[in-house]
């Protein structure tokens, strides 16, 4: 990696110093412009989902349960950690392992159909 590195400082990295993981990942920064295009992907029909709590239909509208279950998550990755459907913090307990590594406590969030409606699961 010092190799590629130093081949490529000045012209791919901007002359500054990446961050490697060891393994697979090299961090850098460097200022570029970027345009993004933002389009619409899908359509969460609620419609669905009350038809499948009222009974009227037997498969979960999973894609509307998927956009609930990112509304429900919206508030706390304000304060917290996220990764994946877990949420993490340094407030709810850390345990340092060695060698500059540690553990926080999170917990894990998901949004469930149950037969009484929906159910915000948090273990």
């Excluded at 345990?95 to 969030?109: D, E, P, S, V």
Aim: proline share 4%.
């Amino acid at each position: 990696m010092k190799s590629l590195v130093s081949s490529y400082k000045h012209s791919h990295l901007g002359s500054l110093l990446p961050a490697y993981d060891g393994r697979e990942s090299l961090y850098s920064w460097k200022e570029r412009k970027f345009i993004v295009v933002i389009k619409f992907a899908s359509h969460a029909d609620m419609h669905h989902l009350r038809s499948f709590l009222e009974g009227k239909h037997a498969e979960v509208p999973q894609e509307a349960l998927n956009a609930l279950d990112i509304v429900m998550r919206q508030s706390p990755t304000s304060r917290y950690i996220p990764v994946k459907q877990s949420l993490y913090s340094r407030e709810l307990g850390e345990q340092t392992i060695g060698g500059g590594l540690a553990a926080h406590r999170g917990f894990y969030q998901s949004l469930r159909p149950t037969q009484m409606g929906l159910s915000l699961n948090i273990v």
